[in-house]
């Protein structure tokens, strides 16, 4: 008997673990994507208004 309670503790802390991964790690990792993306994204235009020289593009 005393066996079976450690295999059901040892589920729950599993299911709690898993859990706590599914809510907050995973979200995290979207938002870092995401703002990761726009960071990219931003850089790449702050880039496109010089030239390769330095001087800003007039068109």
């Known amino acids: 008997m005393n066996n079976i309670w450690k295999y059901v503790l040892g589920f729950f802390i599993a299911l709690l673990l898993f859990s ?7 979200p995290l990792i979207v ?4 703002i990761g993306g726009i960071y990219y994204l931003y850089r790449r235009h702050q880039n496109n ?3 390769p ?3 800003k593009k007039v068109n």
Request: charged share 20%.
């Open 20 to 26: 706590f991964f599914i809510h907050i790690i995973l």
């Open 31 to 34: 938002i870092l994507a995401i």
């Open 49 to 51: 208004k010089y030239t």
């Open 53 to 55: 020289d330095g001087r």
